[in-house]
């Protein structure tokens, strides 16, 4: 059994620290009972460029890849770097559309540049493209981070974007609204209405001042810049349907709600004040039915490829927020659900902010999971927990104490269960955040972090375990290999933690 702590990272002791702050006896006795190594889960160490923080997406499928795979942030960075990104097919596509319709081409992504879901450069590259092909009618529409950042960095990004256009000389913001509706990926399409209906339609509050907009915005009522309501910048900005759409998010959970209201004809998940079809092209691969630039990586004789062959039943279990993780990247971006393969959906609690709801759905989820745990002999188990991650990203410090408290009450019901069926376990995170809830100055710190996450083995088959200390996310398939007595494939490059 593999449990992912997801957002559980290892960080040193300080009063923002919400894991070494929370009180969890049995977690603690877990680590004086259990050997435990820490692994890396940021940077090159997931196939991301230096100094950049880890996350879900990338931790999942390097987890279950067994191996470092770049991920789509490097291959984009290269490819302008190169220059090839100019010369991209589908870009060129996008650019003679307008040209040929004298239509407006729309930049639409997340403004951030930790790397999580996208990166302002991209931005910046794709403006470098519309001067380069002439383009006049260029309209940026800003998606305003607030969590993967500082709260309210949202001005120092429009400002940034205010630079690029006057040295281009093209290009406008025409949008402003906060990821919490852009870029929903829970199924709450009124959020996602309400995103698409200011881009088709304008409607939201009209400023034509960009960074006015964003303080208008807090004064209606938006805490972070993660909750910005529908800003309208230029009413000339509005998608139509000759236009052509950019979206420069390239990781896929959070971007297929938004592209799916603009390329699928027959939508019906809410009803748009205006239906738009415009030329859309994405970065990374959240839709079969648009061009994609950075199409995922093919990983072959991943984990789970190497289960099904050995026809090894897998149960693959966590609460919505984190489906897709153990699923579709834990796959390497694979959608088909496998032989053997039994994919158990917990729905995750609808609110606002997790905050409110710490201990989200993990209970219902544990309860789930010994259910069928007792009535089924499954030979993988892959659970991963959310809370350590969704709390941490509300930047409340009290509430991810009792995310990580939840956590410890769940892990004390399913470890003897799963020991008295015979069960290795292994448990870890994939990136780090609850251990750094506050910055050096005492603002919360909503987002995650670049710190190890511990690997802890529980084995009646190894007593006393060698873990290795040089270890990665890459490793942990290895690892689950050998306590499954099934040979490593050759792709799979990371080494087992257990020496």
């Known amino acids: 059994m593999l449990i992912i702590m997801d957002g559980y990272g290892e960080g040193k002791d300080y009063p923002g620290n919400a894991i070494t702050r929370a009180n969890t006896p049995f977690m603690k006795e877990l680590r004086k009972k259990y050997k435990h190594t820490l692994v890396k889960t940021d940077s090159e160490d997931v196939g991301e460029p230096p100094h ?37 097919k589908f870009l060129r596509e996008a650019a003679k559309n307008c040209e040929i319709n004298n239509s407006a081409f729309h930049i639409l992504g997340m403004i951030s540049d930790q790397g999580v879901h996208s990166d302002i450069r991209h931005l910046f590259a794709l403006l470098k493209f519309a001067k ?17 950042v500082p709260e309210h960095s949202a001005k120092k990004y429009i400002e940034m974007i205010q630079k690029k256009i006057k040295e281009y000389g093209i290009g406008k913001i025409a949008t402003i609204i906060g990821r919490y509706y852009a870029m929903d990926r829970d199924t709450n399409w009124d959020r996602t209405k309400i995103a698409h209906n200011l881009y088709v339609s304008g409607k939201g509050t009209f400023e034509p001042n960009p960074m006015k907009a964003i303080d208008k915005a807090e004064k209606l009522g938006a805490e972070t810049d993660y909750y910005i309501g529908p800003m309208l910048i230029d009413k000339n900005g509005l998608i139509k349907n000759e236009d052509s759409v950019i979206f420069f998010n390239y990781r896929t959970d959070r971007a297929r709600q938004i592209a799916k209201a603009f390329i699928k004809r027959a939508f019906k998940d809410f009803k748009p004040t205006k239906r738009v079809n415009p030329e859309f092209v994405c970065f990374g691969p959240y839709s079969n039915r648009a061009p994609v630039m950075f199409p995922a990586p093919i990983v072959k004789n991943n984990l789970n490829e190497v289960l099904v062959k050995n026809k090894i039943p897998q149960l693959r279990i966590a609460e919505t927020e984190k489906y897709a993780h153990v699923t579709y990247f834990f796959n390497s971006q694979i959608k088909t659900q496998f032989p053997y393969e039994k994919w158990t959906l917990i729905h995750s609690p609808k609110c606002p902010s997790y905050a409110d709801k710490p201990e989200m759905s993990a209970p219902e989820v544990t309860k789930k999971l010994i259910s069928e745990m007792k009535n089924n002999n499954y030979g993988f188990i892959l659970l991963n927990f959310a809370n350590c991650d969704l709390v941490g990203h509300s930047g409340d410090f009290k509430a991810a104490k009792k995310a990580v408290e939840t956590l410890d009450t769940c892990l004390k019901q399913i470890v003897p269960t799963a020991q008295k069926l015979g069960y290795d376990i292994l448990i870890t995170g994939d990136h780090g955040n609850a251990e750094q809830m506050l910055y050096p100055n005492g603002d919360p710190c909503p987002s995650h972090t670049t710190n190890p996450t511990i690997f802890l083995v529980i084995s009646d088959k190894i007593k006393n375990p060698k873990l290795r200390s040089d270890g990665g996310l890459k490793d942990i398939a290895p690892t689950v290999l050998k306590l499954l007595k099934i040979k490593q494939p050759k792709e799979m490059t990371g080494k087992s933690l257990i020496v």
Request: charged share 25%; glycine share 14%; net charge neutral.
């Open 132 to 148: 380069m092909r002439g383009l006049k009618k260029v309209y940026i529409h800003a998606i305003t981070d607030g969590r993967d």
């Open 52 to 88: 950049t923080q880890g996350g879900s997406e990338v931790g999942h499928f390097t987890i279950g890849a067994g191996r470092i795979v770049w991920q789509t942030l490097e291959e984009i960075n290269q490819s302008i770097k190169s220059g090839e990104f100019f010369k991209d």
